[in-house]
């Protein structure tokens, strides 16, 4: 599986950005979730989508404000975060996973095997 995400950039407090995270090599099993490390600090689950059924799952830091979602045809996965704010800045990268035995397991970063590169989010206050 490989994967690619964009879209990232400079956006003031309260606006909104999409990320797009290209996926090539998926299965019907495949899970895709998105996490974000920011300076200084650990990298951390922010949301994930089973390709299948469409199951979503987020951090609670995020719930009501971000999005993700999948476009099949597209072979991409988004992530729509809205009302941003600083805390928010990060790197966000998305990430692949094949073995899923709970849901519990996609908040956890062992469980995904690949990774794409990460893009950029900085919101400015």
């Known amino acids: 599986v490989q994967l690619q995400a964009s879209g990232g950039g400079l956006v003031q407090a309260g606006g909104s950005l999409r990320l797009s995270c290209a996926v090539s090599g998926r299965s019907i099993s495949t899970y895709v979730g998105w996490f974000r490390q920011a300076p200084g600090k650990e990298r951390e689950f922010v949301a994930a989508?089973?390709?299948?059924?469409?199951?979503?799952y987020y951090a609670d830091s995020v719930k009501d404000r971000f999005t993700i979602s999948r476009d099949n045809a597209k072979n991409t996965v988004y992530l729509q975060m809205n009302s941003l704010k600083p805390e928010d800045t990060a790197v966000y990268y998305c990430?692949?996973?094949?073995?899923?035995?709970?849901?519990?397991?996609?908040?956890?970063?062992?469980?995904?095997?690949?990774w794409g590169q990460g893009t950029l989010v900085t919101v400015s206050s």
């Open positions: 990430a692949a996973a094949n073995r899923v035995y709970s849901g519990s397991d996609l908040y956890r970063i062992p469980t995904y095997s690949y």
């Open positions: 989508i089973s390709w299948s059924g469409g199951t979503t």
